[in-house]
T-cell receptor, first 114, second 115 residues
């Protein structure tokens, strides 16, 4: 099966600075990599995803990059704002025997200080 | 369009008691999942279903059972609750796009405490 490691576990940034979260995965056949944001006491929500045939994807202040050779993908948040404070989860899934199953990383607590 | 609805939102059980968590989705999604969330461990898959009448074990299935008698509902049962099952439980669903992978829609979660 797939194994996903996520670093760092906590990240403190000053408002306006950038934040980067990195995930590594074990199975080179994985082909779908979503990122979820979970605010305190709320459900995880999909914020961006990338498929293995794409190296980078952007959506306003967030971007995800994928390095298939090194088997890692990263979330980049630019010009951070207090509302970016949350737990962020990366995930990966395999195209075979996956049935859409996602393997999640352990999460990164991001704190944006004014 | 409610998305994914979980009931109940909170529950306290005594060790040995049983309960059922209900997940309902109105998006006609084929796939449904039950995850548990524990501090520092992310989201771990308990059981999942790829369609009405089908279920399969995930990463941490012991102590849980599931049923999917109707496409829109996915039930998670605890037959004899243990303190180790204290957790936040999330249901999720996703569409079968034919490409194998799609983003999840999560329910709002059930916070379960077993004393």
């Amino acid at each position: 099966g797939e194994n996903v490691e996520q670093h760092p576990s906590t990240l403190s940034v000053q408002e306006g600075d950038s934040a980067v979260i990195k995930c590594t995965y074990s199975d080179s056949a994985s082909n779908y990599f979503p990122w979820y944001k979970q605010e305190l006491g709320k459900r995880p929500q999909l914020i961006i995803d990338i498929r293995s045939n794409v190296g980078e994807k952007k959506d306003q202040r967030i971007a995800v990059t994928l390095n298939k050779t090194a088997k890692h993908f990263s979330l980049h948040i630019t010009e951070t704002q207090p509302e970016d404070s949350a737990v962020y989860f990366c995930a990966a899934s395999l195209p075979t025997d996956s049935w859409g199953k996602l393997q999640f990383g352990a999460g990164t607590q991001v704190v944006v200080t004014p | 369009n409610a998305g994914v609805t979980q009931t109940p939102k909170f529950r306290v059980l005594k060790t040995g008691q049983s309960m059922t968590l209900l997940c309902a989705q109105d998006m006609n999604h084929e796939y449904m999942y039950w995850y548990r969330q524990d501090p520092g461990m992310g989201l771990r898959l308990i059981h999942y279903s790829v369609g009405e009448g089908t279920t399969a074990k995930g990463e941490v299935p012991d102590g849980y059972n599931v049923s999917r008698l109707k496409k829109q509902n996915f039930l998670l049962g605890l037959e004899s609750a243990a303190p180790s099952q204290t957790s936040v439980y999330f249901c999720a669903s996703s569409a079968d796009t034919g490409r194998g992978n799609y983003g999840y829609t999560f329910g709002s979660g059930t916070r379960l405490t077993v004393v």
